[in-house]
RNA sequence: GGAGAGGUGGCAGAGUGGUCGAAUGCGCGUGCUUGGAAAGCACGUGUAGCCGCAAGGUUACCGGGGGUUCGAAUCCCUCCCUCUCCGCCA
């Protein structure tokens, strides 16, 4: 959620940002709610002061005394309008919320102009698609891949997208989760593990809602299964005021991760590229608005340690406008690249919410200058996303003898030098 | 899951229909005192919305939501959470 008073003072920058972005928002009615909204407010408060007035007579007056009895008729026609306006008020208020909540964040100055995909900028690449193995396939192609990933029984236990992951493939992905989680605690983050299951506030807190709870499981108990480990975390602090010198916090957290991808089919999702469940560490930081960018900076450094440790050759986008996300000021991702597929995969997205996501869960430090509390900023990005870069392992790593090479610094964990798909 | 008790400001804790945003204590801040400190004394000390250039004004908030009433921290309903006892259980 934006600053209302940003968007009352300078409504020409939200309209910027929204036209930065694409989107479609009516910016003048949402202006004109918010003028109706502060006259109707102000005559609730005029009636109400009229009544705490009275009370306050009534308080000193004698309970049956005729001028008191006279009050409590003066008094009900006031409580009468009170509660009519109230109504209209309400009406208001919550249309005026949801409208607060349909503008997008304002992209940071050095986010480029752009409207699609296309126009992304590549910011960085690391490490040579050229020097991938040669033999490489697509994961699903390779001999043997469904003993390590079972699709079909998968789809039998629960549905499509719900893959086994077994033998070597189950002890290929734990692997990389202890590499993730011990690699981002030695860059200073604390590790959490969060509940896997969120309230609607939650949700709704770092943006799942509303609109958008068709992409969550929901439960019987109204609780959702968390689409990323942003959402609990996120949370943690919600409607909390920080000490300024605990900033910045910094927290990382493994979370098997849920997600209903309703109406995604085609290339985009066979094999691992796409499923409804998969195990990702998320990286997490509460900052200081003043250093927000170079927060960002080394977030991305981080995870980008992750792909070269693992000799991963990937790219990074830094995101145009119109492929920027509504509620992110600044957004890089990295893409891994996998040689069998020949084509890259998203495995982080590495943002800069500024005050936006901590805005809407009331996250704040108190100021040590003014003593005041102040909206920190939030940031947070994948370190990393299990199953893609599983994929590109096995794609960019396969062998002429049909055994795929596991990196050095992966090695102490999975125990050998070669996994086997057999 | 069953029975009971309870949720008030940073903390403790009073307040059972009106002058209560809320006593008191602790904590915290500023000042006085002191060679310095402690103690003591004085004053101050929540969050947010709206109006205002500002000074300031005004409203809301006593777990959440709803209701009764001229008026609710206080009465009623409902949901959530905590504690105690019982049951069940990795």
Request: aromatic letters at 8%; hydrophobic letters at 40%.
């Amino acid at each position: 959620m934006l600053d209302p008073k940003l968007l009352r003072e300078s409504p020409e920058i939200v309209r910027a940002a929204i036209a930065r972005k694409h989107l479609d928002v009516d910016l003048d009615a949402v202006l004109a709610l918010d003028t109706t909204w502060r006259a109707l407010l102000a005559e609730v408060e005029a009636l109400r002061a009229k009544q705490k007035a009275a009370n306050n007579e009534m308080a000193a007056a004698k309970k049956g005394s005729p001028e008191f009895l006279a009050k409590v008729q003066e008094m009900k026609a006031v409580s009468q309008e009170i509660k009519a306006k109230e109504e209209n008020l309400n009406f208001t208020q919550e249309k005026w919320n949801a409208a607060m909540l349909a503008l997008p964040n304002i992209p940071h100055s050095s986010v480029p102009d752009g409207r699609t995909p296309e126009e992304n900028q590549v910011f960085a690449t690391n490490g040579s698609i050229e020097a991938t193995s040669p033999h490489a396939l697509p994961h699903w192609e390779i001999a043997g891949f469904s003993n390590l990933v079972d699709f079909p029984r998968g789809a039998k236990v629960t549905g499509a997208g719900f893959p086994f992951l077994i033998g070597d493939g189950a002890k290929l992905s734990r692997s990389l989760l202890q590499f993730f989680l011990d690699e981002d605690v030695k860059a200073g983050y604390t590790e959490v593990s969060p509940p896997i299951f969120v309230n609607a506030a939650s949700a709704t807190a770092t943006g799942q809602l509303p609109d958008k709870e068709g992409q969550m499981y929901e439960t019987v108990d109204k609780l959702y299964a968390v689409p990323t480990a942003e959402v609990p975390l996120t949370n943690f602090f919600r409607d909390e005021i920080l000490d300024e010198d605990a900033l910045p916090v910094c927290r990382c957290a493994y979370t098997p991760c849920f997600r209903r991808e309703a109406g995604s089919y085609g290339k985009d999702v066979r094999g691992l590229n796409r499923v409804h469940q998969f195990d990702k560490v998320e990286l997490l930081k509460w900052v200081h608005p003043s250093s927000s960018y170079d927060e960002l900076d080394k977030l991305r450094n981080d995870a980008e340690r992750l792909l070269q440790k693992l000799e991963l050759p990937y790219r990074v986008l830094l995101m145009c406008g119109g492929d920027l996300g509504f509620s992110q000021s600044k957004k890089y991702d990295l893409e891994v690249w996998a040689a069998g597929q020949k084509r890259w995969l998203e495995v982080s997205s590495c943002s800069n919410f500024e005050s936006f996501q901590a805005r809407r869960a009331q996250i704040r430090f108190r100021a040590k200058a003014t003593g005041k509390p102040e909206l920190v900023h939030t940031l947070n990005g994948s370190g990393l996303a299990v199953p893609r870069v599983l994929a590109a392992l096995l794609e960019n790593n396969l062998q002429a003898d049909g055994r795929v090479k596991i990196p050095a610094a992966l090695v102490p964990y999975f125990g050998k030098d070669y996994l086997s798909f057999k």
